[in-house]
């Protein structure tokens, strides 16, 4: 993709328990960062691996924060934790799970979960994401939340990388009035929703 013109800004990945324990991960991370040059780098872990290796969370994350990584809690509200982590570990993210944000239709009083996840995350400083957005109603809520950045199949689904590159190559007020694209089995990653007033808001 660089080849053609595109430069990723931001680029997100995700970690397995089994990557975030591996004994040479925070080298491995070191290596792939230096080679690969990216300047927006972002890591999502789940709530299940700060909750079940909160030692070694408390050991990795540190060194992470060192190398200008932004780390994001994937899928939150799935598990019943304690919210104290969120304080005691360097988050800079939360990204609501997805089966919150498709309970929103036009009534707020239906979408609390939401709403509360939202100014939890403002009330901490934390930005806040909204996964599994595919419905301009559940846009219209969001934003009227304050919350500005999700991603889901309103803005696109997992693309080849032709299909990628046509997608970055569009304005991006005109990316959520395109048809819901068809998945293909090779996936490449998307920047987490870009939208309508040509920046990463919504």
Not at 17 to 25: K, S, T
Request: net charge positive; glycine share 6%; proline share 3%.
């Amino acid at each position: 993709m660089a080849g053609r013109g595109f430069a990723f800004k931001r680029v997100s990945v995700n970690l397995s328990a089994v990557e975030f324990r591996h004994w040479g991960f925070v080298e491995g991370v070191r290596t792939v960062l230096s080679e690969s040059g990216l300047e927006g780098r972002y890591l999502d872990l789940t709530q299940r691996i700060l909750m079940e290796h909160a030692d070694s969370a408390a050991s990795v994350l540190p060194k992470l924060k060192m190398m200008a990584l932004q780390l994001a809690v994937d899928d939150f509200g799935t598990v019943y934790s304690s919210l104290s982590y969120l304080r005691q570990f360097p988050i800079d993210i939360l990204k609501i799970h997805q089966s919150f944000v498709h309970q929103i239709t036009g009534d707020s009083d239906k979408s609390p979960a939401v709403r509360a996840i939202i100014a939890m995350g403002k009330n901490l400083k934390l930005r806040v994401i909204a996964e599994g957005s595919v419905t301009q109603a559940q846009l219209a809520f969001l934003r009227s939340r304050h919350c500005t950045k999700g991603q889901g199949y309103l803005f696109s689904r997992p693309l080849a990388a032709d299909q990628c590159a046509e997608l970055l190559g569009m304005p991006t007020q005109e990316i959520c009035r395109e048809p819901v694209r068809q998945q293909t089995t090779q996936r490449t990653a998307v920047p987490a929703l870009t939208a309508m007033s040509g920046s990463s808001r919504l």
